[in-house]
């Protein structure tokens, strides 16, 4: 009887192990549940809702940072295989010189919209305070800086782990980061769908390739990016910026576009115009601000955002 009841607990124990095994890693319900879990990271970046500082490798001595805003429309929507179901915009938001990536979060609010539209906003940092953008500025540019590669190398860390979009990344920036954006525009234009420029200007050497869709804010009382040109480029650099609409121009016709449209959108004291979408999706659009001084505008990052929503790339 003794010998019984021992092969009858030792039978159980198996079975008892086999439903554990199943659980785990078999088939059926079980995995299912697993599949659709969201894990804590994804390749080292974290997808709870919050802003998160992030490192990241660029192949030299050091590294760069940036922070990285998750909304809860990527915490909390459908996950398989451990990767969001739909992968999610990306708005890259880059400072203005001699400020960083928590001072451009605090001065954007893109936080607030992202949570609001569902989009990740990452913050990168420059190179000690500036971004080498062509034809300024500062440290970045003297030190030859590859602030293109690390951009590059950002955006592909976010679409790799499939929590951004590939065909929807745009570039943000505010006066030098502006300039950034541009740069971004004119050597990656494969890896951005768009970018949205406040007060700032084209100071590099440009051949995109393909259309880019462009949106350009600035006020025409700004003394440091002269709305009509001038100034001074850089401490080292006597040369004036080019006016806002070689900007303007150069964008529409490297789109194939049409001449601006006035009227299309008139807010917050700005006046705006508008190629209107061409055969492949891009379009430009320019809002002067009537008497804007070198500021982020009042609502301007929702307003850069309904632009990017509104044109993936084609």
């Known amino acids: 009887m003794r010998r019984i009841l021992l092969l009858a607990l030792a039978a159980t124990l198996v079975l008892a192990g086999c439903t554990e095994k199943t659980k785990e890693g078999g088939g059926g319900k079980g995995t299912k549940a697993a599949d659709d879990k969201r894990p804590a990271e994804v390749a080292g970046i974290p997808t709870a809702t919050g802003t998160h500082k992030q490192k990241l490798e660029v192949g030299t001595p050091g590294h760069r940072e940036y922070l990285l805003h998750v909304p809860p429309k990527l915490t909390k929507g459908k996950w398989r295989n451990g990767k969001p179901a739909k992968p999610l915009p990306l708005v890259l938001a880059l400072h203005g010189g001699l400020s960083n990536m928590n001072g451009f979060r605090a001065l954007t609010g893109f936080d607030k919209v992202s949570d609001d539209k569902g989009f990740l906003v990452a913050y990168p940092n420059g190179f000690m305070t500036t971004w080498n953008a062509g034809g300024c500025c500062g440290a970045a540019k003297l030190g030859d800086i590859k602030d293109v590669d690390f951009l590059s190398k950002l955006i592909d860390k976010l679409t790799d782990a499939g929590l951004a979009d590939p065909k929807r990344v745009y570039v943000s920036g505010f006066s030098n980061g502006a300039g950034m954006a541009y740069r971004m525009a004119c050597e990656r234009p494969d890896k951005v769908a768009g970018i949205g420029v406040v007060e700032g200007a084209l100071v590099t050497s440009c051949e995109p390739g393909r259309p880019v869709s462009a949106m350009i804010l600035h006020g025409t009382a700004d003394r440091s990016v002269p709305f009509n040109g ?85």
């Open 230 to 314: 001038g100034g001074r480029r850089d401490f080292n650099d006597s040369r004036g910026f080019p006016p806002v609409s070689y900007a303007v121009d150069f964008w529409r016709k490297a789109g194939r576009l049409p001449e601006m449209r006035q009227g299309v959108r008139a807010q917050g004291g700005a006046e705006c115009s508008s190629t209107g979408k061409g055969t492949r999706g891009a379009e430009v659009t320019f809002c002067k601000i009537l008497g804007g001084t070198h500021s982020w505008p009042a609502g301007a990052s929702r307003t850069l955002w309904d632009f990017f929503a509104a044109h993936p790339q084609g």
